[in-house]
C-alpha cells in the first residue's frame, strides 16, 4: 500500500492536516483522531507529516553502519515476543567473551562500520547463578561491569564507537556508560502498565514496568545523553496508548533535548513465541504511527527497521521517517534473525529512488558530536577521528 495507491476522496481529516501543514502543533485529541484513521484517510495525514519531515532534514536519510554485539542472551526478563533471551542450558544460551567481542569488532572495522551496538539481557545475574559464575570467571561484579569494560576496549582498541541497550540503568550507570559511549538506547515500547498483567506482552517483565524505564530515559536527559527510544507496536496496546508513549517521550525531550532517535517498531510474530498467534501490525498502522510521530516531535529523528517491513519499507519515507537505523554487511539482527537487513545497494537504490540522498551517520547523531566532541578525553577524539565536518561518518559507504 504505498501512498499512490491510497483513494485520492476528500477527508474529514484534510482540513486538520492543512493546519498542520501551516504549523499548527498537534494535540493528543488529534493525534488520536489520526493514529485512528481509515487507509483511505491516509493521504492528507502523509502530507502534513512529510511538511514536518522537509522543515526538518529535507533532503537526506541515513543509517548506521553497525555490527551487532550481543554480549549476552541471558535475561531475567520473560516477554511474550522474545526470540532472543535465553535461560542457562537453553540451546543457543551464551555470554561472548572479550576476545570474541574483539573479533567481531575488527572484522566490522576492516567494513567499513562506525557502531558497535551492544545488546544484552537486563541483569541475568540477578536471576542465574550460572551467570554470577561466568562473570566471576571473567573478572567482573556485573553485566554491567563487563559491559562498561567491553564499550571501552572497543572505544580504545577500533575505530567503531559503542552504543549500549542494557535495559534499566541508574543514573551512575548512565554517567559511567556515558565514558566509553556516545550515546545509549532504551526502548520505551509503551506507556500502558496493564501489560504487565497475566498474559499480557510483560506479565513476567520486571523491568519492562514503564516507570521505570520512563525513569532511565529520564536521567539519561538530565545527564545530556543523546539518547535512542522508541515504540514496539503490536504488542496488546490500543492506538491511543501508541499516542500516550509518544507524548511521553515528546514531553521528556520537551525538558532536555537528549532524544537524538524515536523508533517506530513493529511486532513480528514468531512460531517459537508465546505470541506467535497475535496479529501483526498492518502497513497501514506503521505508518500512521510514523505520521503522528513526525507530527508530534517535528525536528527529532524518526526510524523505522526496514528489515521488518521488506519489501515495502521504503514506502516508511512517504510518512515521515528520516532514517533507517542500524545496517549491519557483517552480523544478523540477533533480534530478529528470520528477518535479513537489504543490502546497502538495495537500500541506497530504494532511498534514492524516493527522492533522497543516503548517508551513512555514527551511533550519535551529527547535531549531537558538537557538544561530544567539545569534551576532553578518549571518546572525544574517537568522534572526532570518526565524523566528517558535518558530523556523518568519515568514511561515506
Known amino acids: 500500500m504505498g501512498a499512490g495507491q491510497i483513494d485520492s476522496i476528500d477527508s474529514p481529516l484534510s482540513p486538520l492536516a492543512d493546519a498542520l501543514c501551516s504549523g499548527m502543533a498537534l494535540s493528543r485529541e488529534d493525534a488520536c483522531q489520526l493514529i485512528s484513521c481509515s487507509d483511505n484517510q491516509l493521504r492528507p495525514l ?210 532536555h533535548g537528549h532524544i537524538q532517535e524515536v523508533i517506530i517498531q513493529n511486532f513480528r510474530a514468531k512460531p517459537e513465541i508465546p505470541m506467535h498467534d497475535w496479529p501483526e501490525p498492518t502497513q497501514g498502522e506503521m505508518m500512521r504511527t510514523i505520521a503522528v510521530a513526525r507530527l508530534l516531535m517535528p525536528e527529532v529523528n524518526i526510524q523505522a527497521p526496514p528489515n521488518l517491513s521488506a519489501p515495502y519499507y521504503d514506502d516508511f519515507l512517504d510518512a515521515g521517517i528520516n532514517d533507517w537505523g542500524g545496517v549491519s554487511p557483517l552480523t544478523p539482527d540477533f533480534i530478529n534473525p528470520e528477518k535479513p537487513w537489504p543490502h546497502l545497494e538495495q537500500l541506497r537504490s530504494r532511498t534514492e529512488a524516493k527522492g533522497y540522498r543516503l548517508r551513512q551517520r555514527l551511533p550519535v547523531y551529527p547535531e549531537f558530536v558538537p557538544a561530544l566532541t567539545a569534551k576532553p578525553g578518549l571518546l572525544s577524539e574517537k568522534i572526532s577521528a570518526a565524523a566528517d565536518s558535518e558530523g556523518y561518518a568519515r568514511r561515506l559507504a
Open 46 to 255: 502523509l502530507a502534513a507529516a512529510m511538511a514536518a519531515r522537509q522543515n526538518f532534514k529535507a533532503s537526506i536519510v541515513t543509517y548506521s553502519r553497525k555490527v551487532f554485539i550481543p554480549l549476552t542472551n541471558l535475561c531475567r526478563d520473560y516477554c511474550g515476543y522474545c526470540t532472543f533471551r535465553r535461560d542457562p542450558g537453553q540451546p543457543g544460551a551464551h555470554t561472548m567473551t572479550p576476545d570474541q567481542v574483539w573479533d567481531v569488532a575488527r572484522s566490522g572495522e576492516k567494513m567499513g562500520c562506525t557502531e558497535a551496538l551492544f545488546s544484552l539481557g537486563d541483569k541475568p545475574e540477578l536471576a542465574f547463578p550460572e551467570m554470577r559464575e561466568t562473570l566471576r570467571r571473567l573478572g567482573y561484579k556485573s553485566t554491567l561491569h563487563y559491559l562498561e569494560a567491553m564499550c571501552e576496549l572497543v572505544l580504545r582498541e577500533t575505530t567503531l564507537l559503542p552504543h549500549p541497550n542494557p535495559g534499566l540503568l541508574s543514573a551512575e550507570w548512565i554517567a559511567r556508560l556515558a565514558k566509553v559511549s556516545p550515546s545509549m538506547g532504551l526502548m520505551l515500547e509503551t506507556t500502558n502498565a496493564s501489560l504487565l498483567a497475566a498474559g499480557a506482552a510483560h506479565d513476567n517483565a520486571p523491568d519492562k514496568v514503564p516507570a521505570k524505564r520512563l525513569h532511565t530515559i529520564e536521567e539519561a536527559g538530565k545527564q545530556n545523553i543523546p539518547f535512542t527510544t522508541g515504540l514496539l507496536i503490536g504488542i496488546g496496546e490500543t492506538t491511543e496508548d501508541r499516542v500516550d508513549t509518544l507524548l511521553a517521550i515528546r514531553d521528556m525531550h520537551r525538558r
